[in-house]
């Protein structure tokens, strides 16, 4: 099954896919200049790669991103399955997988990664 995970931020969305078994590759970020070009934006890479399930990051710790994020996933019309997968943590550990190797910069390779460990997270508890 191909999936795909997104880390839902308020600058920049994370992607990440895995088109066989669990092998999964961090995409190019997505950079948000409102809800709807973000989510025209994902739909596109979604549609692209032929996506059957999209994973969500989910932070239990914060309500007020829980809203933003279940309002996105609205917003993406994506017609396939839909799950959610808990993120804490999770850009923390991106952090701490590249650092000394690029200069830390907001591109967007952090969210990526982070999208990265989390669908690998989702993966590994199927």
């Known amino acids: 099954m191909k999936l795909a995970c997104i880390d839902i931020g308020l600058k920049r969305i994370g992607m990440a896919i895995s088109l066989q078994s669990d092998i999964v590759t ?3 970020a997505i ?3 409102n ?3 973000a989510s025209n934006d994902v739909l596109t890479v979604l549609k692209e790669w032929e996506i059957e399930k999209l994973v969500v990051g989910f932070p239990s710790a914060s309500d007020d991103m829980q809203k933003r ?3 996105f996933v609205k917003l993406l019309d994506f017609e396939k399955e839909v799950v959610f ?3 804490n ?3 923390i550990e991106a952090e701490d997988l590249i650092k000394g190797e690029i200069k830390y910069k907001r591109d967007g390779r952090i969210d990526s990664l982070a999208a990265k460990i989390i669908l690998e997270r989702y993966i590994n508890r199927q």
Do not use: F, G
Request: aromatic share 0%; hydrophobic share 20%; net charge positive.
């Open 35 to 37: 809800r709807n070009q």
């Open 89 to 91: 943590m999770s850009s």
């Open 69 to 71: 994020i279940n309002h």
């Open 31 to 33: 950079l948000r200049k």
């Open 85 to 87: 997968q808990e993120e």
């Open 26 to 28: 961090p995409l190019p």
